[in-house]
């Protein structure tokens, strides 16, 4: 009985406990809650939610080449022979009014094989219509088809390279002032052939009379020297008759 009694006051003191713990709790001053949060702005969340991009690597430009081409080269080439080619053209219209302007044009894309060559001899010497006759008197044979080709006359200055190997090499380096005549072709017993006009007779090579395919009676432009007297002369045009 005795026990019965004091479970009863234990649970009464229980609860009156209860019950001035829950009337402090209405007493609580709640004025110091959390305000709640600002939103994010739209400029915070544009940043916020932009992918990262991942770097990547960038791809490396091959290196440009500088080199000229071969083709470029012969273009270049093909170019200046025909600058040269026009040259002489005028050159050859503005001869007979006794006007030559100095033109020249020089490309050099590499050293020749002569100029390479150290043990290579030079000499220099004078065109007499058929050979070089050098400065020690001595005469070099001047190849026909050079000398037609170039229409060489007498007086002009060449130069010559004797390779180490024995080629030669022949080179205009100072023509003589020129001038035209026209006069008919003739062919004498032996086979030599000579141009007359001006009352004069000039021998030509008989190299340029082939190429041209002449025969004896045609009309015949030649080269000689504007101031002298020459024996020899260069063909620069056959007219059939």
């Given at each position: 009985?005795?026990?019965?009694?004091?479970?009863?006051?234990?649970?009464?003191?229980?609860?009156?406990?209860?019950?001035?713990?829950?009337?402090?709790?209405?007493?609580?001053?709640?004025?110091?809650?959390?305000?709640?949060?600002?939103?994010?702005?739209?400029?915070?969340?544009?940043?916020?939610?932009?992918?990262?991009?991942?770097?990547?690597?960038?791809?490396?430009?091959?290196?440009?080449?500088?080199?000229?081409?071969?083709?470029?080269?012969?273009?270049?080439?093909?170019?200046?022979?025909?600058?040269?080619?026009?040259?002489?053209?005028?050159?050859?219209?503005?001869?007979?009014?006794?006007?030559?302007?100095?033109?020249?044009?020089?490309?050099?894309?590499?050293?020749?094989?002569?100029?390479?060559?150290?043990?290579?001899?030079?000499?220099?010497?004078?065109?007499?219509?058929?050979?070089?006759?050098?400065?020690?008197?001595?005469?070099?044979?001047?190849?026909?088809?050079?000398?037609?080709?170039?229409?060489?006359?007498?007086?002009?200055?060449?130069?010559?390279?004797?390779?180490?190997?024995?080629?030669?090499?022949f080179k205009q380096i100072q023509p003589m002032d020129r001038r035209r005549v026209t006069g008919i072709l003739e062919e004498?017993?032996?086979?030599?052939?000579?141009?007359?006009?001006?009352?004069?007779?000039?021998?030509?090579?008989?190299?340029?009379?082939?190429?041209?395919?002449?025969?004896?009676?045609?009309?015949?432009?030649?080269?000689?020297?504007?101031?002298?007297?020459?024996?020899?002369?260069?063909?620069?045009?056959?007219?059939?008759?």
């Amino acid at each position: 009985m005795q026990d019965n009694q004091d479970e009863t006051k234990d649970l009464q003191t229980a609860a009156n406990e209860w019950l001035e713990f829950g009337a402090g709790e209405r007493d609580l001053d709640l004025s110091h809650e959390l305000e709640p949060a600002e939103p994010v702005s739209n400029e915070v969340q544009s940043v916020i939610s932009e992918p990262v991009e991942t770097p990547t690597e960038q791809p490396v430009s091959e290196p440009v080449s500088n080199a000229v081409s071969q083709q470029q080269l012969a273009l270049i080439r093909s170019l200046v022979e025909n600058i040269e080619a026009q040259t002489r053209q005028i050159k050859n219209i503005l001869e007979p009014y006794g006007v030559m302007p100095e033109i020249k044009l020089k490309l050099q894309t590499g050293s020749s094989a002569a100029d390479k060559d150290s043990d290579a001899q030079v000499i220099e010497g004078v065109f007499d219509g058929q050979v070089m006759i050098g400065p020690d008197g001595h005469e070099y044979a001047v190849p026909a088809n050079y000398a037609s080709k170039s229409r060489l006359i007498e007086g002009d200055i060449l130069k010559l390279v004797i390779n180490h190997n024995g080629a030669f090499i022949f080179k205009q380096i100072q023509p003589m002032d020129r001038r035209r005549v026209t006069g008919i072709l003739e062919e004498a017993e032996n086979g030599d052939f000579f141009v007359m006009a001006e009352d004069r007779r000039w021998r030509v090579l008989s190299a340029s009379v082939t190429y041209y395919k002449g025969e004896a009676g045609d009309q015949t432009v030649v080269v000689v020297p504007r101031q002298g007297m020459s024996k020899w002369a260069a063909v620069e045009n056959i007219v059939k008759r």
